[in-house]
């Protein structure tokens, strides 16, 4: 019996030991004389989180918004033992974005670039030495020109069938009740598809697509998943010992596998205008660029195929789900709309790109709905000073410094909801963004795409996406609430980006006719 003492006694003061550590660490702000959120051991503010009863927009949003900390400029809360900050107050936020870029240079999650290699070379995950040149040859792939004139084109193609989806779906019927995470996410996926990959997905044609299927995959969580994600996302210091990936090794294999074959295409081809995607375009950097560069890592084309496949296929989809959602709930604001669609569509089958990224409406219902639906929720920002600097300070806006390594959260979700720069904020109001008002919208409190030189490289692109979305869906259609139509959007404790918790169903109408 004593040889069991022994390990039990040391095992039972290494428990109280780590309990006692844990407690004096909850009280790091308290010393600090900082506005906090009490934490509970060992989860620190994770456990809502981790037991999925709310999403990760969320809980950022409910520090943001907690009442025990109104009027605090900066907010602290742990990540399981990390302090964290949650910053409130839109000066600070501009200068870390910002003014102060350089001291705030990478995210604070990452992926372990020995055991996941695709994983650590993604543009979101990369850091600081290979985030900059990956995002200044990503860059080249989202001007303007190349946009209206390469990505647009193809565009066109997929709303053409979207419409022709929707005429399917009706058939002789006047109306029928759609879900519209089916629509909308075959759109998408289509979408990228096209744009990027240079595949005719045909998602919206047949119903289904193996690149629609294999997102949804990697996206269905388990506790492998979840336990990966959390180390990647708040554990990072931890990725090498859990050996934590990113991707799934099925997603990654396919992804090998789609990229090869595009990569094959692109070096057989002799048509240039035959692979105007993402993948000839990435293979024409690495060409231009010595061998010593990042980007000739053998991944680095997969990664980025990799991760912009679920940034187009989450983000737009969700988004395009809710703008339709809040559009039928309002039937003048959509009477408005489709005004504006039929007069900006006239005889014409589609609308050229000058006519669509300026009508006013469909502009203003757009930023609405990345106000009070921003898909990524929440940016973060590490501080990462140089060698002389070890920290940095809050003042005059706030008593307290910040010492290097220690993550800031900034909640767009609780930014974009807050009474304080938007009045009613749960009400969906485009005159919020009609020009005699966008000048009132407080600097840095509205960042669906975030802002700086870490800013979403695709937000034009999404936002064209979105726009051509609901042009070609009510351009001979109007949507309605009907009795399947859910009250309110809550969102999904099992999704990273916000994404509705119940499917949202609506009825859609055949409805050429619009009153003027």
């Not at 290699?117 to 190349?146: D, I, N, V």
């Not at 081809?269 to 231009?288: E, G, H």
């Not at 989809?317 to 569509?345: C, D, M, T, W």
């Not at 930014?415 to 600097?443: G, H, M, S």
């Amino acid at each position: 019996m004593i040889f069991l003492c022994v390990p039990i006694t040391l095992l039972t003061l290494n428990i109280f030991a780590g309990y006692i550590w844990l407690c004096h660490r909850y009280r790091y702000f308290k010393r600090h004389n900082i506005s906090y959120l009490p934490a509970s051991t060992p989860f620190g503010n994770l456990k809502e989180l981790i037991l999925l009863r709310i999403s990760f927009g969320e809980l950022f949003a409910n520090i943001y918004a907690h009442p025990s900390i109104v009027g605090a400029n900066v907010v602290g809360f742990f990540l399981f033992h990390t302090p964290a900050l949650v910053i409130r107050e839109p000066k600070i936020i501009r200068l870390i974005l910002i003014k102060h870029f350089k001291s705030f240079l990478n995210r604070y999650e990452a992926a372990d670039d020995f055991n996941d290699e695709l994983g650590s070379l993604t543009l979101p995950l990369a850091k600081y030495s290979k985030w900059r040149e990956s995002r200044q040859s990503m860059s080249q792939l989202f001007t303007t020109g190349r946009i209206k004139h390469v990505m647009y084109p193809r565009m066109l193609g997929v709303v053409a069938e979207l419409e022709n989806y929707l005429e399917r779906q009706l058939g002789k019927q006047d109306s029928k009740v759609i879900k519209l995470s089916e629509m909308c996410t075959l759109f998408t996926t289509d979408m990228t598809g096209s744009l990027f990959y240079g595949l005719e997905a045909n998602g919206l044609l047949v119903g289904k697509c193996e690149l629609r299927e294999q997102t949804r995959r990697l996206l269905v969580p388990n506790f492998r998943k979840l336990l990966h994600f959390m180390i990647i996302f708040f554990l990072p210091q931890y990725t090498r010992l859990i050996r934590a990936k990113l991707f799934s090794k099925e997603y990654t294999h396919f992804m090998r596998d789609l990229v090869g074959t595009a990569l094959k295409l692109c070096r057989d081809t002799k048509d240039a205008n035959c692979k105007p995607n993402l993948i000839d375009q990435l293979l024409q950097l690495q060409r231009s660029k010595p061998p010593t560069h990042y980007v000739q890592h053998p991944d680095f084309i997969t990664s980025q195929a990799s991760i912009i496949l679920l940034a187009g296929f989450e983000t737009s989809s969700s988004l395009l789900g809710f703008a339709l959602y809040e559009v039928a709930k309002q039937p003048q604001l959509q009477i408005h709309l489709r005004n504006e669609l039929h007069n900006a569509f006239a005889t014409r089958s589609s609308l050229d790109y000058s006519t669509l990224i300026t009508l006013p409406f469909l502009n203003m219902i757009c930023l609405e709905a990345l106000r009070l639906y921003p898909i990524a929720a929440f940016i973060n920002r590490e501080l990462t000073p140089g060698d002389s600097d070890t920290k940095y300070s809050l003042q005059p806006y706030a008593d307290f410094v910040v010492p290097k390594g220690m993550p800031a959260y900034i909640s767009i979700l609780g930014l974009q909801r807050d009474t304080k720069y938007w009045p009613n904020p749960l009400c969906f109001n485009p005159e919020r963004f009609a020009p005699e008002n966008i000048k009132n919208i407080v600097p840095m409190t509205y960042l669906p795409f975030g802002a700086g030189p870490h800013g979403c490289i695709g937000s034009r692109l999404g936002i064209l996406q979105l726009k051509l979305g609901l042009a070609h869906i009510l351009k001979r259609n109007r949507v309605e609430v009907c009795e399947h139509t859910i009250e309110s959007i809550h969102f999904s404790p099992k999704a990273f980006m916000l994404e509705a918790k119940d499917n949202i169903f609506l009825r859609i109408f055949k409805d050429e006719k619009v009153k003027l």
